[in-house]
């Protein structure tokens, strides 16, 4: 068997962060399951007794994490690799959704993520390995009308990586975006908050195509595997130089061909115009 590794997985009390934690440790290796709830998790640990570590973690307190993080390092002797995980869907147009529900969303989406992996930094730091995988979502690589929040709080957890992957390469630390496209969970459901307010000119928009599309959306019958995402996670934690950026699913794949074919050609388009913006251009402008 291959060298057992510990992990710390957040947002586990159901959908995805369940799934991961579930199939790594049916993998044998160890992991810190971490939830809002001790009682979501409970068959993990009764199922893997001496593999499977509970902790109690709301990723909007500091206290909690510094808690939790520490003693999950005294506990396994270090973390391996982090999954920050923990996020909820916030659907509805940008004009409607007031700041009592995104910034909330920020808390947990962003800053929760933010937080957990700063306060592994150190640990991972001093021993010169460690990788942190940061779950955001195609929609964190291309937006989708309807989902202007929830996207931008995914955008900001995708810059966060990339800095952090330059920030601590020389120092053993690698970094994985993941960007699961559309994947068997309740995201579409509980995990799914829909603004209060309503305006009908946005009926006129392609937000409504999102908002019906969504409505129409049954929870099992999205075609991505969240165990199937969590092997692929397992073998990159295992390689010396994992991908910086992992879409999954034929929806992931095309939505990020698309912008990346999109934002070429209109980089292409308009490319004489912005090579004329220095000072000592002698473009003429009109």
């Known amino acids: 068997m291959a060298e057992q590794k510990t992990w710390f997985i957040t947002g586990c009390d159901k959908g995805m962060g369940y799934a991961f934690a579930e199939t790594i440790l049916a993998h044998g290796d160890r992991v810190v399951v971490t939830a809002l709830s ?9 199922r893997y007794p001496d ?12 206290e909690n994490i510094a808690e939790v993080v520490n003693a999950a390092e005294k506990t ?3 973390v391996d690799i982090l999954i920050n995980n ?15 529900e995104y910034r909330p969303l920020f808390e947990v989406n962003f800053f929760g993520a933010a937080e957990v992996t700063r306060a592994f930094l150190p640990h991972m730091r001093q021993r010169r390995r460690g990788y942190v995988i940061n779950t955001t ?17 995914k955008f900001a957890l995708e810059g966060f990586s990339e800095a ?31 603004v ?21 959306r049954q929870g099992g ?17 295992r390689m010396e130089n994992p991908p910086l950026r992992f879409a999954t699913g034929e929806d992931g794949i095309a939505r990020m061909r698309a912008k990346l074919a999109a934002t070429a050609d209109e980089a292409d388009r308009h490319e004489q115009l912005s090579l004329a913006m220095g000072f000592d251009s002698d473009a003429v402008l009109e």
């Open 76 to 78: 396994t002797g270090g």
């Open 51 to 62: 593999t499977a570590i509970i902790h109690e973690l709301n990723v909007t307190d500091r």
């Open 86 to 100: 923990a996020g909820y869907g916030l659907l509805g147009p940008i004009e409607a959704t007031e700041p009592d």
């Open 137 to 153: 979502s195609i929609g964190g690589f291309a937006a989708s009308p309807g989902f202007g929040f929830y996207a931008a709080s």
């Open 221 to 237: 019958q999205q075609p991505g595997d969240p165990r199937r995402i969590a092997r692929a996670l397992i073998k990159f934690s």
């Open 164 to 194: 952090l992957a330059q920030d601590t390469e020389a120092l053993g630390i690698r970094v994985t975006i993941l960007e699961p496209g559309s994947t068997r969970t309740d995201f579409a459901d509980g995990s799914m908050a829909r």
């Open 38 to 46: 001790a009682g979501n998790v409970a068959p993990l640990k009764e």
């Open 196 to 216: 209060r307010r309503k305006i009908d000119d946005y009926r006129e928009t392609r937000v409504q195509a999102t908002l019906d599309r969504m409505a129409s």
